[in-house]
Structure formats: structure tokens, C-alpha cells
């Protein structure tokens, strides 16, 4: 069951009168469902690329982009953009919520724009927290909780609308070890349980590690790390 498949993706940038770089020369990557692939790399090496394109927020020069079986080439900007909303989650180093609303609000809201009611948008975003180990701060804005829930919560919001993708860039990177290992293992359930696929970006070696594989962007392409 693949989630999330690229194949022969190319991406160029034009830097004006340094020239052109090719950041990205033909990635290929299957994900299966429940998978959780580390991605590292160098900065500067195309990993933002590789997740804007992965996501839909940005387009490849060449090759093809699969979610959830749908090829996503060659769709209108207002199609890519329903879609993403649809089928992928962010996840950033910093947490992005919404800070006048409520850790519950913040993974409601997004459903509601998806045209799913109130009520069960409550109770997912509620069920969500619960599984994260932060259900007692549903009610809290993001300004009174800690680094750690801040990062449970954003999850929760990635997973609201019941992605096939989740991507993060270096989701536990704010965080101290300790709470960095135990954020991983609330994202970890998420994954396992929803069954979507996820590739996290990060530079913690032994987050890596925890996961299904590791793989290495070099020279534009995706090469399995040892
Ligand atoms: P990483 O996330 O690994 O640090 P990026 O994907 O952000 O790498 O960038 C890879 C390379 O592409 C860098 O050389 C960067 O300067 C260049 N780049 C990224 N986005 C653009 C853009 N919009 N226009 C021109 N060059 C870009
Ligand atoms: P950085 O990796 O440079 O710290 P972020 O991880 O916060 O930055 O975001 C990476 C890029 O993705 C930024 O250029 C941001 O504008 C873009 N981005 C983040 N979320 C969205 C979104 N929902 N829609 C469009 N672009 C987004």
C-alpha cells in the first residue's frame, strides 16, 4: 500500500547570474502506509525542496508525484491546493499555531474549513490530543503550554482532515533531548495507528535511527543511509 510515491523528480532554480542549481535529479521514494522514513541531509542540500514538491506546495520540472495512489501531475494550482489540504500534513520546527485560539480550536478550525461539523470536528481534535497525552490542555492557548505539548498540538493539527502524507521538518528541533524522545514517540503512535506515511526531516541521528529507514538526499538524489 503506497502512500507517497515520487519518481524521476527533478528540480531546478534559476540563480540569476550565479547560474542554475539543480537541487533535486531524479528522487525516487515509495512510502508504504504506517512507514516513518528519516530524511537527512546537509543544509542546502534540497530537503525543503523535496518536501514542498512531496506536499504539493510546489511543482517538479520532471517526473511524477503519487499520493495515496491519485497522480498529482500536471493539476491546476486550485486542484493541487484542494488536494494538499486533503491528503498531506505539515509539521515545522516551530509549532505555527494560531496563538488566539484554544489547542482544541487550532485542530478544529481546519476541519471546519474542510466542511466537516462542529461536533465531530470536537470530538476528532479531542480523540487526537487524547492519544498525544495532552488532552487536559484542549482549552489551553498555545502561549500557556510547553514546547513539547506546542509540538503534540501542532501534530494533531497536521492530522485533523486524515492525511495519506505527513511531513515534518525537524519536528523535535526546538526541543531539549528529553522532550525531543518523547515527542517522537507521540508522533510514532499517530503514524502507527492512522497508518498514513511519514517523512521526517531531522538532524538528530538517533531520531533516525528509531525510524523504519533512513535516507540520505546526495548530489539531487535519495540514497539509503547505513
Ligand atoms: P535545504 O532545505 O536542504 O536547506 P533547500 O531545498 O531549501 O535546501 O535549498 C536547496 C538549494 O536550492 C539551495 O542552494 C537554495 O539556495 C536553492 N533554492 C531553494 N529555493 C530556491 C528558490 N525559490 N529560488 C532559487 N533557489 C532556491
Ligand atoms: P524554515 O524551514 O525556513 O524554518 P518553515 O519550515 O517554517 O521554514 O517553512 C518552510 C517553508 O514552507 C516556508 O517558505 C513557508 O513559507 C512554507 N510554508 C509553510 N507552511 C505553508 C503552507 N501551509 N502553505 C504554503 N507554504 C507554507
Redesign the pocket.
Known amino acids: 500500500d503506497v502512500m507517497l510515491c515520487l519518481s524521476g523528480v527533478e528540480k531546478t ?3 540569476g547570474e550565479t547560474g542554475e ?1 539543480r ?1 533535486l535529479a531524479g528522487v525516487d521514494l515509495a512510502l508504504a502506509r504506517g512507514e516513518m522514513v528519516a530524511l537527512v ?12 514538491i512531496a506536499g504539493l506546495l510546489d511543482t517538479a520540472d520532471a517526473g511524477k508525484v503519487e499520493i495515496a495512489g491519485e497522480d498529482m501531475t500536471g493539476l491546476s494550482d486550485r486542484r493541487r491546493t484542494a488536494l494538499r489540504r486533503q491528503e498531506v500534513g505539515f509539521v515545522y520546527q516551530f509549532h505555527h499555531l494560531l496563538p488566539e485560539f484554544t489547542a482544541l480550536e487550532n485542530i478544529v478550525l481546519p476541519q471546519l474549513a474542510d466542511g466537516v461539523a462542529r461536533k465531530t470536528a470536537e470530538e476528532r481534535a479531542r480523540g487526537l490530543l487524547d492519544q498525544v497525552g495532552v488532552g487536559a490542555r484542549a482549552g489551553h492557548r498555545p502561549s500557556a503550554m510547553s514546547g513539547g505539548e506546542q509540538q503534540r498540538v501542532a501534530f494533531c493539527r497536521a492530522l485533523a482532515n486524515s492525511p495519506s502524507v505527513l511531513l515534518a ?1 525537524e519536528p523535535t528541533g526546538n526541543l531539549d533531548p528529553g522532550t525531543a524522545d518523547q515527542v517522537f514517540g507521540a508522533l510514532e503512535g499517530l503514524v502507527r495507528d492512522t497508518g498514513l506515511a511519514a517523512l521526517i ?1 531531522t538532524h538528530n541521528l538517533e531520531l533516525a535511527a528509531k525510524m523504519d529507514r533512513v535516507l540520505r ?1 546526495d548530489q539531487g538524489r535519495l540514497v539509503e543511509a547505513g
Not at 41 to 52: D, E, N, R, V, Y
Open positions: 532554480y534559476n540563480k542549481v537541487v541531509a546537509p543544509s542546502g542540500a534540497g530537503k525543503s525542496t523535496l518536501l514542498h521538518d526531516a538526499l
